[in-house]
């Protein structure tokens, strides 16, 4: 059973999600949250497994919201909703330690399968529009003179897992991956996996952001 946490000011929408949640035998909801610090406070206390989380809301807001709840180092993955499909909430939505997002106009099959996707610790973003959110957005990216060498944070990876995030990070799905090096999809997804679990990454869109906060590659 998921248990998802509803965070939205406007009754009626929350109303709508219950219903369409309530309506899965699969998913349950765990509570309402009408702010951002609200939405904070139950996450804290209910420890749901998923988070539909409205980026505007009075006070604290979604993105606040988000990055509070994936500082906090708990198991609860938050899926952003967003009015349109490529615009700066999404963006910072998922710089904030978000696992994915969705249009809120998304048919109710769509959302239940990002919520289901997210709960199973999979991003809720095609590897293509994660690419270009990054680069549409470049000017929120980290700033600052041009470093000496590499970053210290990528020596814990291998010169195989570099290339493969870097992959990752250009928009490759792991079939072009394997295709592309000469490596069978299991391994993609092997190294795809020493690459989370080293970086500290909690799924496949943070591990682009870390790509390009360590500039290993860059927008453009």
Known sequence: ???????????????????????????????????????????????????????????LDGIEATRRIA??????????????????????????GASGFLVKDALPDELLAGIRAVASGEAVVAPALTR??????????????????????LDVLTDREREVLRAVALGWTNGEIAERMHLAESTVKTHIGRILGKTGARDRVQAVIFAYDTRLVRPG
Request: hydrophobic share 45%; proline share 6%; aromatic share 4%.
């Open 1 to 59: 059973m998921t248990s998802v946490l509803i965070a939205d000011d406007h009754a009626l929408q929350r109303l709508g999600f219950r219903m369409l949640l309530e309506s899965q035998g699969d998913m349950a909801v765990a509570g309402e949250a009408g702010g951002g610090a609200e939405a904070v406070r139950l996450v804290a206390e209910l420890r749901p497994d998923v988070v539909l989380m409205d980026v505007r809301m009075p006070g």
């Open 71 to 96: 500082a906090s180092g708990g198991r609860t993955r938050v899926l952003i909703l967003t009015t349109f499909d490529l615009d700066e909430y999404a963006f910072a939505g998922l710089r904030a």
């Open 132 to 153: 270009r959110l990054i680069e549409r957005y470049a000017h929120l990216l980290p700033a600052g003179a041009e470093p000496a060498g590499p970053d210290p944070r």
